[in-house]
């Protein structure tokens, strides 16, 4: 891949956006336009985005059903499978209207489809605006393994418009915050004090917590595209977060989690092996266990249950030569990675988790 497939492509917001969006239909002519949804995003969010485009050119809806669950192969091919019904060319360009389901894997559908066509992001949900649609991984999960079929391509732009959040259940918006909180742990202790101290989440607050959010990740993606190091500090917490959410979502009798919900418990158990390993204060450790319990409760694991999700961990994106490799902080905004960590410390991990 070439510098200009790496580089990072424009992020755009609410009016601005559009503007940009419809001048780039006007300029490039894309020969149709296929709009990626899933079924509530088809409800709640395609009205409302048609209203803002102004062009011509035939356009199409692909409709797939909502949830992790259908991020997978089968779901890609129905996919392909319309996109050549309705006789899509290379010209033609996709645009990936939903949460981060709906623009991972129609990034990966649109980068590999007649061996790629362009498209765009429209996350719609406060995950999918600050982690899944910026940055330029795509993919889809492979059984009960996240995020393990994919590609890192970059879309033309993201347009984010936080008007979309208001359509979102209070359980959607605490996943995304999830990710605004994991920006503050690794990037800055100023802006993890700001989002923390958000008694409401309010929306007015939120347009610019949602762009510095992106400024943090987009800094770091730009650095490092393709993941050889520094990149590597935005999956804290997901180390152990992506086992959680796997196991879960695989597990009937288990909670099902939303990714923030499993990330926000990866963070703690993260943060406590920071402060056996790498000497995290212990007072910013009780104040991360004890904002995002507050916001997300404590899900119950069992001896059997930590076996598995250890297990699951395995299969995590950052391993080389089989170890397993954490991001882990020296202290709030001092990430560290690569970190090979003791079965043991694990274990005291989740009862610290658990038991406090």
């Known amino acids: ?46 009205s409302k985005f048609l209203q803002k485009i102004e062009t011509d050119i035939i356009t199409e809806v692909i409709e797939i059903e909502a949830g992790e669950e259908n991020k997978n192969l089968q779901t890609c091919e129905g996919v392909w499978n319309a996109l050549s019904e309705l006789e899509a060319d290379r010209k033609s360009l996709m645009i990936n209207l939903g949460g981060g389901v709906v ?50 391509i970059q879309p033309e732009m993201v347009l984010i418009d936080s008007a979309y959040l208001e359509t979102l259940s209070p359980q959607e918006m605490r996943s995304g915050l999830a990710e605004i909180l994991k920006h503050g742990l690794i990037a800055s202790e100023d802006y993890w004090n700001k989002v923390t101290n958000l008694a409401e989440l ?23 595209p393709f993941e050889k190091n520094i990149r590597k500090t935005l999956n804290y917490g997901h180390t152990l977060g992506h086992a959680i959410e796997s196991y ?43 904002v995002i319990k507050k916001m997300y409760g404590k899900e119950t694991f069992s001896a059997g249950d930590i076996s598995q999700i250890k297990d699951l961990m395995k299969f995590d994106k950052k391993n080389e030569r089989g170890n397993i490799n954490f991001v882990l902080l020296k202290d709030i905004g001092e990430p560290i990675i690569d970190i090979i960590v003791p079965n043991e410390i694990i274990d005291k991990a989740f009862q610290y988790y658990l038991n406090n």
């Open 103 to 152: 623009t991972d894997l129609g990034g990966f559908v649109a980068s590999t489809f007649k061996r790629g066509i362009r498209f765009i992001n429209i996350p719609t949900t406060l995950l999918s605006m600050v982690d899944a649609s910026v940055g330029g991984k795509t993919g889809v999960d492979l059984g009960n393994l996240k995020n393990q079929i994919g590609v890192i």
């Open 202 to 224: 309010d929306l007015s607050d939120l347009d610019d917590i949602i762009k510095e959010s992106v400024d943090i990740k987009a800094e770091i993606v730009t650095k490092d």
């Open 1 to 46: 891949m070439n510098d200009l497939t790496a580089s990072l492509n424009p992020v755009l917001y609410a009016e601005k956006g559009y503007e940009e969006l419809n001048g780039f239909l006007d300029t490039e002519k894309p020969s149709k336009i296929f709009i990626l949804v899933d079924s509530n995003t088809h409800s709640y969010c395609l």
């Open 248 to 290: 879960c979502l695989t597990h009937p009798e288990k909670n099902k989690l939303l990714h923030g919900e499993a990330i926000a418990a990866g963070m703690i158990l993260e943060s406590y092996i920071s402060f056996e390993l790498q000497n995290f204060p212990e007072t910013k450790l009780q104040h991360i266990n004890e």
